[in-house]
């Protein structure tokens, strides 16, 4: 009851911060920052993807990137949004990395990669924010080489940059962060187009991606 009581207290500032947060940019892919330039404009990228077609890793190629978004606070979801069709990214290998670049060649706010592991279609991924300076890691899965998935906790650096907002409940915000009482989960969906294998078609369901034709 207790437990209760103080869920119910807090709940009118959390559905009023959680309107504000998902009114924001997802600051994993602010377009209006320009922290740091790979250097790859688009005409290079897919010259990368011309000349080297029959000798690409199965994770290199251009992608569309889709997001889950889920806010929980006290461990209650409060608010989810999707976006199917965030942007497009282009995955190259260099060195002992798959690197992601953004298929514009903008700027961008944050420098992302995979790793390959010893086990086949399961990658490591790392993501650090040239902003706030959060780094994220966790496992990302590859199926059927035209596909990817990976999910991640928002760093505590990302919520009090971009979500810590001046209004009425402004304190009890930067509270429920600090303690730690708010989540802000991301679930990534990557559908490839180029290169395409033209004998598996993949339906993107945002209550996950399923092979229509799965293997085993």
Known sequence: MVGSKMINQHIKPVLSFALVLFGCINPLYEEDIEE??????????MNYFSKNKD?????????????????????????????????????????????????????????????????SGIYDYKCYFTETKDMVSTTARLFGNSMLRYEYDAPKGILM??????????????????????????KFYWIKYIPVDSTKTYYPLFSGLVDPNPKG
């Open 55 to 119: 000798n690409l890793e199965a994770i290199e190629g251009l992608w569309s990137l889709g997001v889950i978004k889920a806010l929980y606070v006290y461990g209650i979801k409060v608010v989810t949004e999707s976006e199917p069709n965030r942007m497009d990214l282009a995955v190259i290998k260099e060195g002992d990395l798959f690197r992601i670049y953004k298929m514009n060649g903008d700027p961008i706010s944050f420098i992302a990669s995979f790793t390959q592991t010893d086990e």
């Open 161 to 186: 940059n971009y979500y810590y907002k001046a209004g009425p409940y402004k304190e009890e915000v930067k509270r429920i962060i600090e303690d730690e009482n708010i989540r802000l989960n991301w």
């Open 36 to 45: 740091f330039n790979h250097g790859n404009t688009k005409e290079e990228m």
